[in-house]
């Protein structure tokens, strides 16, 4: 067994979540607090008024982060079973950097209709739901249901969380570049996350977009495409090119990856514009390693990975926004509460900003807190 | 606002559960294996061996409370979201008592197919699954349904807590009045309580019994029986007696009800056999009050509430019985197990048994686990 297997099989024996009584419960009277006769009084209240569920139960911090297992990291379809360690290890990040109380959820069914079912009605019992490793397009379908018939927050992390870092890290390397919204994207992959990536970025400001996926460069001509890669064609290869990822590469700023390991050569690269951006996000083999891009002219290369420099990770920013949408008690999380995310992100960064950290640590507790505080007052100036 | 109710909103005000983290997140190392890349080792031998889940990840504690908040304890059909704190509360006792790390999950719909569908869909993210507070008797075919599609025990408390600890209240009553199996007794409410406590008495040895509901006495002439009632006419009432609970009570040796307040009278006791024993668990308020049962000529008194002497409460039954089932991880809860428990309780009891305190203190951390250790063994002894 090599050492990564042997540590994270050695970690995950060991209980890794609990939960946690905070109330006292030592004597007959706590007991009658806690439970009947007195909590009928609470039951009571929450008749009255179902908003109170917020003020008196466990709801108000509660998310479930849920998968069918059906797209789970590099892995693929396994199953829901094998896709429950993922959630649970979402759900100690949700509580580690956001002080959210998460619970792994996972779903015996691949039927959409059953899907948005079992979870619309069990909504009831959370303040936001996380979807997760949910395949494309399914996904799309599902979390626009979910949203619909829901009363809380629904977010499909794979789609927003990942959208949300990559627009951060594209503020802050255009900045260090001195480009601006004029710049030419190119995005590899139109799973869940390339078509999130495309369309916050879109809603952000930037206009020429390129997309591909496995066929190339996704364009009108094209017969093969779903809704949702369609839709995107709305804003985006205005010029309506086809052709190749090579020839969408050329004269492009900015790559950004989210498809599969090894696919873009530094040659590739050399065909950019000047002092191209490189984020190379697929995992656990990037898109191009980083020092075949510095050959190639890279001007910043970020990946998904730790141990790498740049790392564009997820977890930069759901923990936060969900803290700051839970404060506020939106029902929702709309593009502007995302694109505030990002923003934050590069507040928070302004002074460390460089080329080997475009990102701040996923490690440092501060920036998650003043995510959630510009999320938090963002839903609050709009309700007054 | 009275006392109570002050007390109880204040209580709940705070938070009383939380998710904790049990495993080091520190470092950049520890977040590689909380999350990726380490955790997909942890999905990969899942994917090969699917009961790993139970080495591997949180779902070995994890219990769900689940209700439709259809029969809230004596609030009735009060909603799933005002039944929440219930089941939060339920929960915390969970954790306290068995150390069962249980989540509160409260289902938006009142239609049975829709409801097992849901429960079924998620139950491959719990140990185990706790049905709470669904009106009968709806809940008898929700409960049969769920244990037919679930791998997991699915286990209706207000059915089988109450009868395990109505049990071995019985049991430990009838050893100080002297008598035996053949005592004539008689149940007053057939919903889920009154039929769980009758199949489970008969199973253990019982025979001579009577049901009442709010119509009388139930006998084979009647039309109006729901199956679940018909059922009990297999072994219950075998002279096929008719009249009303006072004719039901002449003569009888124990009264347990689980119906409503104030409806049995000293008078009636007066017409019972010598040494009469009643459980009068009507909540708030009992079918007769200790002092006027005495009145009566009672020799034995127990109520449900935990302010008089005698409490029959599930909470002494369900904590130890789904922690020695989920640590020998039994697939189902069966009657044996139930009747196990019992006796457990019993055992636990015998040189501490008086008149006043015919069972364990709930607050008696050993009981719990001298109660999930019989449950133990007993599964693994026949699985040798």
């Given at each position: 067994?090599?050492?990564?297997?042997?540590?994270?099989?050695?970690?995950?024996?060991?209980?890794?979540?609990?939960?946690?009584?905070?109330?006292?419960?030592?004597?007959?009277?706590?007991?009658?607090?806690?439970?009947?006769?007195?909590?009928?009084?609470?039951?009571?209240?929450?008749?009255?008024?179902?908003?109170?569920?917020?003020?008196?139960?466990?709801?108000?911090?509660?998310?479930?982060?849920?998968?069918?297992?059906?797209?789970?990291?590099?892995?693929?379809?396994?199953?829901?079973?094998?896709?429950?360690?993922?959630?649970?290890?979402?759900?100690?990040?949700?509580?580690?950097?956001?002080?959210?109380?998460?619970?792994?959820?996972?779903?015996?069914?691949?039927?959409?209709?059953?899907?948005?079912?079992?979870?619309?009605?069990?909504?009831?019992?959370?303040?936001?739901?996380?979807?997760?490793?949910?395949?494309?397009?399914?996904?799309?379908?599902?979390?626009?249901?979910?949203?619909?018939?829901?009363?809380?927050?629904?977010?499909?992390?794979?789609?927003?969380?990942?959208?949300?870092?990559?627009?951060?890290?594209?503020?802050?390397?255009?900045?260090?570049?001195?480009?601006?919204?004029?710049?030419?994207?190119?995005?590899?992959?139109?799973?869940?996350?390339?078509?999130?990536?495309?369309?916050?970025?879109?809603?952000?400001?930037?206009?020429?977009?390129?997309?591909?996926?496995?066929?190339?460069?996704?364009?009108?001509?094209?017969?093969?495409?779903?809704?949702?890669?369609?839709?995107?064609?709305?804003?985006?290869?205005?010029?309506?090119?086809?052709?190749?990822?090579?020839?969408?590469?050329?004269?492009?700023?900015?790559?950004?990856?989210?498809?599969?390991?090894?696919?873009?050569?530094?040659?590739?690269?050399?065909t950019m514009n000047k002092k191209p951006i490189i984020f190379a996000m697929a995992n656990p083999i990037p898109e191009i390693m980083p020092h075949d891009a510095l050959k190639g002219g890279?001007?910043?290369?970020?990946?998904?990975?730790?141990?790498?420099?740049?790392?564009?990770?997820?977890?930069?920013?759901?923990?936060?926004?969900?803290?700051?949408?839970?404060?506020?008690?939106?029902?929702?999380?709309?593009?502007?509460?995302?694109?505030?995310?990002?923003?934050?992100?590069?507040?928070?960064?302004?002074?460390?900003?460089?080329?080997?950290?475009?990102?701040?640590?996923?490690?440092?507790?501060?920036?998650?807190?003043?995510?959630?505080?510009?999320?938090?007052?963002?839903?609050?100036?709009?309700?007054?």
């Open positions: 067994m090599d050492g990564m297997k042997k540590s994270a099989l050695d970690y995950s024996r060991k209980k890794k979540i609990e939960i946690r009584i905070l109330a006292q419960m030592r004597t007959k009277d706590d007991l009658a607090l806690a439970y009947t006769p007195g909590i009928a009084e609470v039951c009571r209240t929450i008749i009255n008024d179902e908003s109170l569920m917020y003020e008196f139960t466990a709801r108000r911090n509660m998310v479930a982060v849920i998968s069918d297992g059906s797209a789970v990291l590099g892995l693929g379809d396994i199953g829901h079973k094998a896709s429950y360690p993922v959630m649970e290890g979402k759900s100690m990040l949700f509580k580690r950097f956001g002080n959210v109380d998460a619970i792994p959820l996972i779903i015996g069914t691949k039927d959409v209709e059953e899907f948005v079912e079992t979870v619309k009605n069990i909504s009831d019992s959370f303040a936001a739901i996380n979807l997760e490793d949910i395949s494309a397009p399914r996904c799309f379908e599902i979390e626009r249901r979910l949203r619909e018939v829901c009363s809380i927050p629904v977010f499909h992390d794979d789609q927003h969380g990942t959208a949300i870092v990559v627009l951060a890290a594209l503020l802050n390397a255009l900045k260090l570049s001195g480009k601006g919204k004029d710049v030419k994207i190119v995005i590899n992959g139109a799973g869940s996350a390339g078509i999130a990536i495309a369309n916050l970025s879109n809603r952000y400001g930037f206009t020429d977009m390129i997309i591909c996926d496995s066929r190339g460069i996704i364009h009108r001509g094209r017969e093969d495409l779903n809704p949702y890669k369609k839709e995107i064609l709305s804003y985006a290869n205005k010029n309506n090119i086809s052709g190749d990822l090579k020839t969408a590469l050329k004269g492009a700023d900015v790559f950004i990856g989210v498809s599969k390991g090894g696919i873009v050569t530094a040659n590739d690269i050399k890279a001007f910043i290369v970020g990946t998904g990975r730790s141990d790498l420099p740049n790392q564009i990770n997820n977890a930069l920013a759901f923990p936060g926004l969900f803290r700051g949408v839970i404060d506020a008690r939106a029902r929702a999380i709309d593009d502007e509460m995302k694109i505030e995310a990002a923003k934050a992100i590069v507040d928070y960064h302004r002074n460390s900003l460089s080329k080997d950290m475009i990102l701040p640590q996923i490690l440092d507790e501060k920036v998650h807190r003043f995510i959630a505080e510009r999320v938090r007052r963002l839903i609050l100036s709009k309700h007054k």
